[in-house]
């Protein structure tokens, strides 16, 4: 079901850029990583897993995987932030890192797409198998959000007592146009000039003939990167045949646990009107939208020196519900 969010903007950072691009900077949490971890891949590949405690099977305690936005890592402000919030509520949280975002280029030249669930997969099977006690949760931002719907969806009987999916781009076409208009256009030359470093860098260690460096720094927006690297790479015709496959907004209707799925109206990365077409919701999604927030922002407070970001209050309100 559709719901309205409680969530109020600070008086002073009611702008929906203004929240996006100044969450990343008022948040100044440190890292409260204590171990990271190389978890090697079934295909060869590898990728990095950051604890904020390592699991202790005499004391279990639910673990919260959480999984970040495109070309975000551990230091991204919503990580660190959400960190916190589960420290507080002694929890444990680990980030899995997609292929090649923490920092050392992963072995193979595809990396991550916006719906590829191979390796949450693996790693939640890590999980059962080596933390049998614990209990699970899982929580995505942004693209790791859209990862979070299908994975719910395509493994219902997952171990994960609840989940959240939060500013997700349900609608990856309308996620690509959005970023494509106005002042939005600065965040797609934001992530564009990050993946495109990280392709060039991947390049020199796996070349391949269909694919030059030439053209790679030629492409001027995300569509057209998804339309040279990430499909093909991935198996897809067309960066329209991936947006059409994997958009999260498919998958709604399939998740079986109480998954919290957050959208701002005023998210700059999404289209609103197409998010929320949706013909199906799942019983068990409390699909919550809210009238500001920016992207991944949701700042509020009354006092600017003390900023309160909110997503510290509302994601473990809503894992603790099922969560016992």
């Given at each position: 079901?559709?719901?309205?969010?409680?969530?109020?903007?600070?008086?002073?950072?009611?702008?929906?850029?203004?929240?996006?691009?100044?969450?990343?900077?008022?948040?100044r949490?440190?890292?409260?990583?204590?171990?990271?971890?190389?978890?090697?891949?079934?295909?060869?590949?590898f990728?990095?897993i950051?604890?904020?405690e390592?699991?202790?099977?005499?004391?279990p305690?639910t673990?919260?995987?959480?999984?970040?936005g495109l070309?975000?890592?551990?230091?991204?402000?919503?990580?660190?932030?959400?960190?916190?919030?589960?420290?507080?509520?002694?929890?444990?949280?680990?980030?899995?890192?997609?292929?090649?975002?923490?920092?050392?280029?992963?072995?193979?030249?595809?990396?991550?797409h916006?719906?590829?669930?191979?390796d949450?997969?693996?790693?939640?099977?890590?999980?059962?198998?080596?933390?049998?006690?614990?209990?699970?949760?899982?929580?995505?931002?942004?693209?790791g959000a859209?990862?979070?719907?299908?994975?719910?969806?395509?493994?219902?009987?997952?171990?994960?007592?609840?989940?959240?999916?939060?500013?997700?781009?349900l609608?990856?076409?309308?996620?690509?146009?959005?970023?494509?208009?106005?002042?939005?256009?600065?965040?797609?030359?934001?992530?564009l000039?990050?993946?495109?470093?990280?392709?060039?860098a991947?390049?020199k260690?796996?070349?391949?003939?269909g694919?030059?460096?030439?053209k790679?720094s030629k492409?001027s927006?995300?569509r057209?990167?998804?339309?040279?690297?990430?499909?093909?790479l991935?198996?897809f015709?067309?960066?329209?045949?991936?947006?059409?496959?994997?958009?999260?907004?498919?998958?709604?209707?399939?998740?079986?646990?109480p998954?919290?799925?957050?959208?701002?109206?005023?998210?700059?990365?999404?289209?609103?009107?197409r998010v929320?077409?949706?013909?199906?919701?799942?019983?068990?999604?409390?699909?919550?939208?809210?009238?500001?927030?920016?992207?991944?922002?949701?700042?509020?407070?009354?006092?600017?020196?003390?900023?309160i970001?909110?997503?510290e209050?509302?994601?473990?309100?809503?894992?603790n519900?099922?969560?016992?």
């Amino acid at each position: 079901m559709f719901h309205t969010s409680t969530f109020k903007p600070a008086w002073w950072l009611r702008n929906a850029h203004a929240q996006t691009i100044l969450a990343k900077y008022i948040q100044r949490s440190p890292s409260p990583v204590k171990h990271k971890e190389i978890l090697e891949l079934p295909d060869g590949d590898f990728t990095e897993i950051a604890w904020s405690e390592l699991p202790d099977k005499e004391a279990p305690k639910t673990i919260v995987v959480l999984l970040h936005g495109l070309a975000g890592c551990l230091y991204s402000h919503y990580v660190t932030s959400t960190f916190k919030a589960l420290k507080q509520q002694n929890c444990i949280g680990v980030l899995m890192h997609f292929r090649g975002c923490n920092g050392k280029p992963n072995r193979q030249l595809n990396a991550y797409h916006s719906g590829d669930t191979r390796d949450i997969t693996y790693f939640t099977h890590y999980l059962q198998k080596h933390y049998p006690e614990h209990k699970l949760a899982l929580v995505g931002f942004s693209l790791g959000a859209n990862v979070v719907t299908r994975y719910l969806a395509t493994t219902p009987n997952n171990p994960y007592l609840a989940a959240c999916a939060i500013c997700a781009p349900l609608d990856l076409a309308a996620c690509s146009d959005k970023l494509a208009m106005g002042f939005s256009k600065v965040y797609q030359r934001y992530l564009l000039n990050l993946l495109k470093t990280t392709t060039l860098a991947k390049l020199k260690l796996v070349p391949n003939e269909g694919i030059t460096a030439e053209k790679v720094s030629k492409l001027s927006t995300i569509r057209e990167l998804d339309d040279y690297l990430t499909a093909p790479l991935n198996g897809f015709n067309s960066a329209s045949d991936y947006y059409q496959q994997m958009s999260g907004k498919h998958y709604l209707a399939d998740i079986k646990q109480p998954c919290l799925v957050l959208h701002a109206k005023d998210d700059p990365f999404l289209e609103h009107r197409r998010v929320i077409d949706i013909e199906k919701l799942s019983d068990t999604v409390y699909f919550e939208i809210s009238q500001h927030g920016g992207h991944v922002g949701f700042i509020s407070g009354n006092n600017p020196f003390k900023p309160i970001f909110w997503l510290e209050q509302r994601i473990p309100e809503f894992l603790n519900q099922f969560i016992k």
